[in-house]
């Protein structure tokens, strides 16, 4: 009797340790479902939705709906919507094609613009192939500009062009050149090569240079060079060093070995030290 009853009350506590195991398991079932439900995946058990949540899912997929044919995503179902919504999403589309229409990105049906829409559509086209025509990108129908635009183009085209033979960079076609602005551009080259020599740079042409530019670069060199020495740098060519600046180096390093073994910080090779730095080490 004593024994049915331990078993009884094994029993009984065994369930009370799994009860919340099971309780919260089962909301935690229920909201993957749901979940499962609102995204249209294919594991979504409907039956197993509360009519508050079936309310809920109807809700959620209908602004789905219209969330997808006000942005022109998949899938849409017009037949779906209500008549309020469909006249939103119409007045949305008339928007999207006029500013379509207007800034050249999109798809854009002039069939469906009022006059007024299609006249500062045609202004705005306008506009963009002036804008593009004076800078030289995107397409240029120069047949539609006017006697004083197609003026302003060339004038544009050409500073534009000297712009590009004086910094070097883009499409310079010298030819168009007046022999004051060539001047300009040659001035602006030999200024840019030199500056590319002096500072170790590639496109450096030495032939271009003056003499005092070379004295000046090769000075400017040499100082970059003792200085990567200095530091230590894998850029060092020991065989541009002077006598007086090898031999300041040498003495530099000995003074950086001899103070890493002293202190025993850094790179130490007791061999280079003298026998006097040797015995003033202190002892292990």
Not at 20 to 27: E, N, R, T, W, Y
Not at 199 to 206: A, L, Y
Not at 217 to 227: C, K, P
């Amino acid at each position: 009797m004593k024994l049915t009853r331990r078993k009884y009350l094994l029993a009984a506590s065994f369930t009370l340790t799994l009860w919340p195991i099971l309780l919260f398991a089962q909301p935690s079932d229920n909201t993957q479902n749901l979940d499962a439900c609102k995204a249209g995946r294919d594991t979504c058990d409907a039956s197993k939705l509360t009519q508050t949540e079936q309310a809920n899912l109807a809700l959620a997929r209908r602004a789905s709906n219209v969330s997808n044919c006000r942005n022109g995503f998949d899938p849409c179902d017009r037949s779906k919507l209500t008549q309020p919504e469909a006249t939103a999403l119409a007045v949305a589309d008339h928007q999207r094609d006029v500013s379509a229409c207007n800034t050249g990105l999109g798809s854009c049906d002039p069939s469906k613009l009022t006059t007024s829409e299609a006249r500062d559509s045609s202004l705005a086209r306008h506009r963009r192939n002036l804008a593009d025509c004076k800078d030289g990108i995107g397409d240029c129908d120069r047949s539609q500009l006017t006697p004083s635009e197609a003026a302003d183009v060339n004038t544009a085209v050409h500073d534009l062009n000297l712009s590009d033979c004086k910094n070097g960079a883009g499409r310079c076609d010298l030819s168009t050149l007046t022999p004051s602005e060539t001047k300009e551009v040659a001035v602006a080259d030999n200024r840019r090569n030199a500056q590319n020599c002096a500072n170790g740079w590639d496109e450096c042409d030495r032939s271009k240079l003056t003499l005092v530019e070379v004295q000046q670069i090769d000075n400017s060199s040499h100082r970059r060079n003792l200085s990567a020495c200095k530091d230590g740098q894998e850029t060092c060519d020991y065989s541009q060093l002077t006598s007086a600046e090898t031999t300041q180096l040498a003495d530099a390093e000995h003074r950086r070995n001899y103070t890493a073994c002293l202190k025993g910080v850094g790179y130490c090779d007791p061999s280079r030290l003298t026998t006097e730095e040797a015995h003033s080490l202190p002892r292990p």
